[in-house]
């Protein structure tokens, strides 16, 4: 199934600490093959791999585990520390309160909260982290996807707030976290059902090693969620992409899903999408995917992802993207002597990974509860 891709406002976001330290961006960029052009328009996205060479080649240049996004630095090796230090607890409640005392130790640190409040368990940031709410999103995103690691199984979300207006690109919150969101809250943070935090740790010190050495990818490669009507039709559209160009109508998805068309169409709208809107963005990630991880002329790619004639599918990618299918292969070629992405290679130099670090990199298998 194509990976979904990723907003630029995340690529801005996680470069905004490097730039006000004073770090070159244009090579970080260049080393993770974004054309340092796409950040200028609001409707480029880039892959999944983009991302994580982005992440670490900024990871490598600031030597800090909030890649500079924090009030101070965390050293390298701080998150694998934490993790060693909750591993020992008896439930994921203990692991979670024992890793916010942990971080608590550090000036500057997270100010971590786990709240219980009567059928409903919140965990939050209190600070605003130098006001980047960035951050502040990826500490939510990576600790919920940590806790789900820890007892095996995936944690539903009930809500996630943030201490922000909404962004341009708020749209994107939901099918991030799988969850109703609202803006403009006291601080950033989830809610979940507190009977989780009762659950075993089902995780060893060798689980935990192979993990770190995959860490952060290692959570931020997972996809959780799945469970809205919206995501359902997107995972039918993606697989049926996969072996033939043309895709399933409204109709026969609706089949599928044992709902009349116009129960489908009520249901999407209900999300604020349409099918027609998840059709183009399967399409869209798609395409950008196959334009820079793989070498099958435009041509051909064009007519695997159903388009009759070129120039469709060059109105189109504009449409998506802000420039045409060439430009955007062109500009992003691996440069001669760097071999082809392989997440195997993104481990941390020191072994361990961020308690927080763009969760925006929304691609991968389907559930935390698998290895």
């Known amino acids: 199934m194509a990976r979904r891709t990723i907003t630029v406002h995340h690529v801005r976001a996680v470069l905004r600490g490097a730039e006000r330290h004073g770090v070159d961006t244009v090579p970080l960029l260049r080393g993770a093959q974004i054309p340092p052009l796409l950040l200028g328009d609001d409707r480029a996205r880039v892959t999944a791999p983009q991302f994580a060479r982005l992440f670490r080649e900024l990871y490598r240049a600031t030597q800090d585990e909030f890649l500079g996004l924090g009030s101070a630095v965390s050293r390298p090796g ?3 520390m934490m993790c060693q230090a909750a591993l020992g607890c008896r439930d994921l409640g203990a692991a979670v309160e024992r890793g916010a005392t942990f971080y608590g130790l550090f000036p500057g ?3 971590l909260v786990l709240e219980r409040r009567g059928d409903e368990a919140v965990f939050g940031v209190r600070s605003d982290l130098e006001q980047d709410y960035f951050l502040a999103e990826c500490l ?3 600790w919920h996807r940590l806790c789900s690691w820890l007892i095996g199984r995936r944690i539903p979300l009930r809500w996630a707030e ?3 207006p909404p962004p341009p690109h708020k749209d994107e919150y939901e099918l991030l976290f799988g969850c109703p969101v609202r803006f403009g809250a006291e601080r950033t943070g989830a809610g979940f059902d507190p009977h989780w935090l009762d659950a075993p740790l089902v995780r060893d010190e060798d689980a935990l090693d192979e993990m770190l050495r995959r860490a952060p990818f290692e959570l931020l490669s997972r996809r959780e969620y799945g469970t809205t009507v919206a995501e359902q039709v997107r995972r039918v559209l993606a697989r049926a992409l996969r072996s033939s160009p043309r895709l399933p109508s409204l109709g026969e998805i609706a089949a599928r899903l044992a709902v009349s068309p116009a129960t489908l169409r009520r249901r999407l709208a209900q999300e604020s999408t349409s099918y ?3 059709k183009d963005a399967v399409r869209r990630d798609a395409a950008i995917a196959g334009l820079v991880e793989g070498r099958e002329p435009i041509a051909e790619l064009a007519a695997r992802l159903g388009f009759s004639e070129d120039t ?11 420039t045409t299918p060439g430009a955007y292969r062109t500009e992003t070629e691996r440069p001669p002597g760097v071999p082809p992405y392989d997440s195997s290679s993104d481990a941390f130099p020191s072994g361990g990974g961020p308690s927080g670090g763009g ?6 298998s389907e559930e935390a509860s698998r290895g």
């Open 78 to 80: 701080t998150f694998a």
């Open 109 to 111: 640190g997270p100010d």
């Open 140 to 142: 939510v995103i990576i």
């Open 162 to 164: 943030f201490g922000h």
């Open 276 to 278: 027609q809107r998840l």
């Open 312 to 322: 469709a599918f060059h109105r189109a990618f504009r449409r998506w993207t802000g």
């Open 359 to 364: 969760g925006a990199s929304d691609g991968g």
